[in-house]
Nanobody, 124 residues
Framework: QVQLVESGGGLVQAGDSLRLSCAAS????????MGWFRQAPGKEREFVAN????????GYEDFVKGRFTISRDNTKNALYLQMNSLKLEDTAVYYC?????????????????WGQGTQVTVSS
């Protein structure tokens, strides 16, 4: 089992950057595929990015490609999301999630553990 706590959200202007962090507690963090999801008001939770055990394979939803970068540090039990060139439509609560095993699913139902979320608000 793993517990996840996100941090780093906030209010920024369009075009700014923000780095989200997710601290994981528990054992065997390096055995989890990790992902970032987001949920905007009135919308369903959607996939943003994921990363494999080692951290050398990543996946991104099209709307963040070239702007967001997911990374992890297994020595620190940490997951990150570097967000650049933020847009108004990036406003949402961002969640990190963990899935036991190597398969990099994008569906939220495939992830077993979730953090409480961190709010990102992008203003014009």
């Amino acid at each position: 089992q793993v517990q996840l706590v996100e941090s780093g959200g906030g209010l920024v202007q369009a075009g700014d950057s923000l780095r989200l962090s997710c601290a994981a507690s528990g054992r065997f963090f390096s055995n989890y595929t990790m992902g970032w999801f987001r949920q905007a008001p009135g919308k369903e939770r959607e996939f943003v990015a994921n990363i494999n055990w080692i951290g050398d394979i990543t996946g991104y939803e099209d709307f963040v490609k070239g702007r967001f970068t997911i990374s992890r540090d297994n020595t620190k039990n940490a997951l990150y999301l570097q967000m650049n060139s933020l847009k108004l439509e990036d406003t949402a609560v961002y969640y990190c999630a963990a899935r036991w095993g190597p398969v990099m699913y994008r569906g939220s139902n495939a992830y077993h553990y979730w953090g409480q979320g961190t709010q990102v608000t992008v203003s014009s």
